[in-house]
Nanobody
């Protein structure tokens, strides 16, 4: 079964940087759109950034210019480089991917387990 495993979260000071990774493993046929979402206490989950299979990106206005999403198709991995972190960026970050299994013609939506990013002031 295909799974998404996230890593890279942690505690940083305001102005610092983190690099989040999300790797898909298992019997993979292809991966389509991938993205990063976050959810802060008391708030709804929101899209942070997304990237298509061909590299087209989209960002939330709140992170534009500070965060960069990228992917390595050979490694089935999506990254989020977060620079200039602010306390308001504190949240659990989740990756999402639309994945087609090796033996399937249907793509399914998968979510990572979440990784906590805490930015201190």
């Amino acid at each position: 079964q295909v799974q998404l495993v996230e890593s890279g979260g942690g505690l940083v000071q305001a102005g610092g940087s983190l690099r989040l990774s999300c790797a898909a493993s298992g019997s993979i046929g292809s991966i389509h759109d991938m993205g990063w979402y976050r959810q802060a206490p008391g708030k709804q989950r929101e899209l942070v950034a997304s990237i298509t299979s061909t590299g087209l990106t989209n960002y939330a206005e709140s992170v534009k210019g500070r965060f960069t999403i990228s992917r390595d198709n050979a490694k089935n991995t999506v990254y989020l480089q977060a620079n200039g972190l602010k306390p308001e960026d504190t949240a659990v970050y989740y990756c999402k991917a639309d994945v087609r299994g090796r033996f399937s013609i249907v793509a399914v939506e998968l979510w990572g387990q979440g990784t906590l990013v805490t930015v201190s002031s």
